[in-house]
Nanobody, 114 residues
Framework: QVQLVESGGGLVQAGGSLRLSCAASGRIFRFNTMGWYRQAPGKQRELVADITSFGSANYGDSVKGRFTISRDNSKNTVYLQMNSLRPEDTAIYYC????????WGQGTQVTVVS
């Protein structure tokens, strides 16, 4: 069964940190680029960061220097370490795999309050 299961969202004060995790079933994780996207109310879904199977990472401009994406291939898990959080980071964060036509997780809410 194909699955992406996110965890780690929550409520945090501005300047704080959160770490998101996404556990994936093997075939959609191995050899595939994994990414984190986010969607705020009334806005389009946007790329936060993605990482290739070789560990090459790419970041959206608004999170560069604050967020770090990583993956543990032995655990089929991708992480998003979010530091120096801002209220504008508030959104639902989705995990994505580019396997086949693409797979999405169910999303996890991140709320940053000032």
């Amino acid at each position: 069964q194909v699955q992406l299961v996110e965890s780690g969202g929550g409520l945090v004060q501005a300047g704080g940190s959160l770490r998101l995790s996404c556990a994936a079933s093997g075939r959609i994780f191995r050899f595939n680029t994994m990414g984190w996207y986010r969607q705020a109310p009334g806005k389009q879904r946007e790329l936060v960061a993605d990482i290739t199977s070789f560990g090459s990472a790419n970041y959206g401009d608004s999170v560069k220097g604050r967020f770090t994406i990583s993956r543990d291939n032995s655990k089929n898990t991708v992480y998003l370490q979010m530091n120096s959080l801002r209220p504008e980071d508030t959104a639902i964060y989705y995990c994505h795999s580019n396997y086949d036509n693409g797979y999405w997780g169910q999303g996890t809410q991140v709320t940053v309050v000032s």
